[in-house]
């Protein structure tokens, strides 16, 4: 025997009840940094504010508290006055001096770090675009078959990372890409900026893909200072600007 007219459609409308409600995110910490980070994967960009509050089905003002809470958290920065992203970890969502470009689209990273941890969330073969300092001759790297092309590049941290949130927008802009490390010290002097930590870009290249590996886990967590000195250390990052308080608040 047939279902009836009336029974298929009360099967339609329960069928579609359950798909909301299991495409219907708890609001936590984890869960809107994951939306937001597959969001701007697959979109280029960051959902507002209207898009977050029906996807997690609250209210203007609940879903500000949660952007605000996960900016505490340090998940996220957002515009100053404005529940709308400005940074995610490792996208800007304003142009910066790193583009990073794959088959499937591109983003702007913050910084040297940011940009390759773009790469590591894409997991695929992507161009990065940058400059020598910031300034200078265009730079590129390429990551083939998960592993860095130009082996001769160096990564500058001039900001000590227990400083790192104090003003992090200023942090990531100083994180730049050299074709050397004598550039570095007429930078540092040019621009009055300490000079820090010089890295191999493939170290930070390796260093990314773990540091940026688990972001888009839905059950995503913030390192604690325990677990980020633990991997600053099996990475080599022993110089002064790494040194950190460690124990279990966030970094």
Not at 71 to 80: D, I, R
Not at 143 to 161: A, C, N, R, S, T
Not at 181 to 189: A, F, L, N
Not at 224 to 249: C, N, Q, R, Y
Request: with cysteine; glycine share 6%.
């Amino acid at each position: 025997m047939y279902p009836s007219h009336k029974h298929r459609l009360l099967s339609v409308f329960f069928f579609y009840a359950n798909f909301q409600l299991y495409q219907t995110d708890m609001l936590n910490h984890s869960s809107l940094h994951h939306y937001i980070l597959s969001y701007i994967l697959e979109k280029g960009h960051a959902p507002e504010l209207d898009q977050l509050s029906q996807h997690f089905s609250v209210n203007k003002e609940e879903m500000t508290e949660a952007l605000e809470a996960l900016q505490e958290y340090h998940g996220v920065v957002l515009h100053p006055n404005q529940a709308k992203v400005w940074v995610i970890h490792p996208f800007s969502l304003a142009p910066t001096n790193f583009l990073v470009e794959s088959a499937r689209g591109s983003w702007w990273g913050n910084c040297a770090w940011c940009s390759l941890g773009v790469a590591a969330l894409l997991k695929e073969d992507v161009t990065i675009k940058t400059s020598n300092g910031a300034y200078g001759d265009a730079l590129y790297m390429h990551i083939k078959d998960g592993e860095l092309v130009e082996k001769d590049l160096w990564v500058h941290f001039p900001i000590p990372m227990r400083n790192a949130w104090d003003n992090v927008i200023y942090t990531c802009t100083t994180m730049l890409l050299f074709r050397n490390k004598e550039e570095i010290d007429q930078w540092s002097q040019r621009h009055n900026i300490p000079k820090g930590d010089i890295q191999p870009a493939e170290n930070i290249w390796n260093f990314s893909k773990k540091w940026y590996g688990n972001h888009l886990n839905p059950e995503w967590v913030k390192w604690t200072g325990e677990e980020a000195k633990s991997m600053f250390k099996e990475f080599g990052l022993i110089h002064p600007v790494w040194d950190l308080d460690g124990g279990k608040e966030r970094f």
